[in-house]
């Protein structure tokens, strides 16, 4: 299996306060920055970063190939994956994402993950005027011809619904060829069974369990095998899952460091979209919202703590059913990591950096794992997960450019 | 996820093979013609599907906003209206996937 960190920018507002501290962006920026250049030192095999537009608090990661292109200058490795572009024409035309991907390719020497979505909350979908059930057909028709941009020598040009450009070669062209290795954001079920059938990599943003993980990836490599039509001039089959971490010496510290984190990144996440009240562009305070009903849950908390299950067993799957399968020790998060491995899933994708959660204490978790827990995993890769995905394609005659 | 041949209900089994047949070909509106039919088929059986059965209140598992309203008919069962002639091979995909998947949880 491999590795790698996956970035919102969750930026909270001081609970006492009504906006951010003047430094505060800049600050969760170089401190990506920081924690993408120990992983990279660490040997971590990816760091993607999302986009997202108007989402206060939960992303400011408005611009990630800005920020991307800096990483690159700051790692020698690690493969820097857009997780992902929006690809509907009214929030990127396609020939700007195909001219940034390329940029971006060139500057950091051929180490771009090209991950491709549609966009999803409404305040998104709504700042930039798309309509939401016309998003896939935009999202299929602009990766297409984004693809066609980054090999073509010139464009054909294209007269689609949603795209219209006469012939032009869109320049420069990426170093890695025919194109980066393509994914796209995938979380709903069936979208992972539609990556594999266009040749793309899933970039799960499902925070599948191991069972659902297993169904999915049996069923998404048969498809690659039955029933693929690329999308672009090379495929790369691949299955990922996001989930949050936080490693420390014992899971109580683990907890304590992380937890809050990770049911801010939740909370954040469904601010916006019903039966959530709608946001509230330039007032919202989701913070203060989060910290108030978690004192009430607490206290609810407290006092059902009687109800744990007696059995020590029982109580420790119990609790960590309340925190996800990686907020906890090495030892604890190894145990789920083998769950995955199992499954076969290629790629776990950490959101190490999320809510309140302090740098010091997330780069400490991520020299943690990295030293006790990855290397195993690592190397199982090659020896186990890396013939097993030859078998898989048997008979696959595609160009296979995938990184994994 | 779910295959055709995992649906026991015979007509069900065959619209649903169909949707699969018209997307492999690119028939992409007569693939969701289809699959629609199934799901309608699906919730004529198992008129609480939707709110009581395996998927209610998931909500990765929610009814796809692709160019088909679920609009309450007479009766207290939803009927489904194509709001466009015109579908991609993507959202093709997607609606046969959905509907299969109901299909199986469904135990049809």
Not at chain 1, 224 to 231: L, N, S, Y
Request: net charge negative; proline share 6%; glycine share 8%.
């Amino acid at each position: 299996m491999k590795f790698g960190l996956f970035y919102e920018l969750q930026l909270p507002k001081p609970y006492d306060g009504d906006t951010w501290n003047p430094d505060d962006e800049r600050r969760i920026i170089h401190e990506m920055l920081e924690q993408v250049e120990l992983a990279d030192q660490l040997g971590f095999d990816y760091v993607f970063e999302v986009e997202h537009h108007f989402l206060e608090e939960y992303s400011h990661s408005s611009a990630p190939e800005v920020v991307l292109a800096a990483a690159s200058q700051r790692t020698k490795r690690i493969r820097l994956g857009h997780g992902i572009v929006h690809m509907p024409p009214g929030h990127n035309h396609p020939a700007r994402t195909a001219e940034r991907v390329a940029t971006l390719d060139l500057v950091s020497n051929g180490r771009v993950e090209f991950g491709t979505g549609e966009g999803a909350s409404d305040m998104e979908l709504g700042g930039f005027n798309t309509e939401r059930g016309l998003k896939k057909q935009m999202w299929e028709e602009s990766t297409r011809e984004c693809l066609r941009m980054l090999t073509a020598e010139p464009y054909a040009g294209h007269d689609g619904p949603f795209l219209r450009m006469p012939v032009r070669n869109v320049i420069p062209k990426s170093l890695q060829k025919p194109h980066p290795p393509v994914w796209v954001a995938a979380s709903r079920r069936e979208t992972v069974m539609l990556a594999a059938r266009l040749g793309m990599g899933s970039l799960g943003f499902g925070f599948e369990t191991p069972e659902e993980a297993d169904e999915r990836i049996e069923r998404y490599w048969e498809l690659v095998r039955e029933e693929c039509r690329p999308i672009g001039a090379a495929i790369n089959p691949a299955v990922s899952t996001v989930a949050t971490m936080m490693c420390a010496p014992t899971d109580e510290q683990a907890v304590a460091q992380g937890l809050a984190g990770a049911q801010f990144f939740s909370f954040s996440l469904g601010r916006g979209t019903p039966p959530n009240p709608p946001r509230n562009p330039g007032h919202d305070h989701l913070y203060r919202e989060f910290i108030d009903a978690r004192r009430e849950k607490d206290q609810a908390k407290a006092a059902a703590r009687d109800q744990e299950p007696e059995d020590e067993g029982q109580r420790a799957l119990y609790r960590a059913g309340q925190r996800g399968g990686f907020i906890g020790s090495p030892r604890f998060i190894r145990e789920n990591l083998k769950k995955y491995e199992a499954a076969h899933l290629d790629a776990m994708i950490f959101v190490a950096q999320c809510g309140d959660r302090k740098h010091d204490e997330i780069m400490a978790s991520i020299e943690l794992f990295a030293k006790e827990v990855m290397p195993e995993f690592q190397e199982r890769h090659e020896k186990i997960q890396r013939p097993w995905r030859e078998q898989q394609l048997d008979g696959v005659t595609f160009l296979n450019n995938s990184t994994i | 996820m779910a295959r055709p041949s995992q649906v026991q209900d015979e007509e069900l089994r065959g619209l649903i093979t169909a949707a699969r047949e018209a997307y492999l070909h690119d028939r992409n509106l007569e693939s969701v013609e289809k699959s629609v039919a199934a799901f309608r088929g699906l919730l004529q059986r198992q008129p609480d599907f939707l709110s009581t059965g395996p998927f209610a209140g998931n909500n990765r598992r929610v009814f796809p906003q692709l160019g088909v309203a679920m609009k309450q008919a007479g009766g207290g069962q939803p009927d489904f209206v194509l709001e466009r002639r015109q579908f991609s091979n993507p959202e093709a995909i997607t609606w046969f996937e959905y509907v299969s998947d109901c299909l199986v949880a469904a135990k049809l």
